[in-house]
């Protein structure tokens, strides 16, 4: 049996790189939508703009087992 496991963290400076990355992998919020995240996405915006990032830290990993 092999397995690893990593953790990564994305910073997103502006709010159009976060909704281009949400949009690309779906499965991160499913059925995001930009009018149903209005409202966090203004505020989300103006804290980027404030010079804050969101930062957004994943965990993967990747699991192999062979049957005897």
């Known amino acids: ?8 963290t994305t910073r997103f400076h502006d709010i159009g790189a976060l909704v281009l990355f949400l949009r690309a992998v779906s499965w991160q919020v ?15 915006h103006e804290d980027l703009a ?9 965990r993967r990993f990747a699991l192999l087992a062979v049957a005897p």
């Open 1 to 8: 049996m092999w397995s690893e496991e990593a953790s990564f």
């Open 30 to 44: 499913p059925g995001f939508e930009v009018a149903a995240y209005e409202d966090r996405l203004r505020a989300l």
């Open 50 to 58: 404030r010079g804050r990032p969101l930062r957004a830290t994943a």
